[in-house]
């Protein structure tokens, strides 16, 4: 049950990202000034936990999104559901503890190291 309620919520959290992404994108025709001004509200920190989320979203929507299809394709994928399940977890925090840790350290610096 977990996987369905995770792999609908990312969906729609996605969704609205790119509806606003495709939004702020479309400013720079209308005003470029409104679009720098809305390009400059996401470069603080509070933004790159964002984008942390956001990556995080994605990552565990296209992991899950191939399992769902593994299991619509393979009798043997049904029966094994749940380690599956678990697999997708498994590659989303491997995947994702690189990441995060890289980003973070281009969005506040070298953690003391500094700029």
């Not at 990202?17 to 509070?46: C, M, Q, W």
């Not at 997708?88 to 690189?98: I, K, R």
């Amino acid at each position: 049950m977990w996987s369905w309620v995770l792999h609908r919520i990312t969906g729609v959290a996605i969704f609205f990202f790119l509806l606003v992404h495709i939004l702020d994108t479309a400013l720079i025709r209308v005003s470029p000034e409104a679009y720098d001004a809305v390009i400059g509200t996401y470069k603080n920190p509070l933004m790159g936990l964002g984008e942390v989320a956001l990556v995080a979203a994605i990552v565990y929507h296209a992991y899950n999104g191939l399992r769902v299809i593994a299991v619509d394709m393979w009798s043997w994928a049904t029966r094994h559901q749940r380690q599956l399940w678990w697999g997708v977890l498994g590659l989303w925090v491997a995947t994702m503890a690189p990441f995060t840790v890289r980003h973070l350290m281009n969005v506040f610096g070298d953690f003391g190291g500094g700029h």
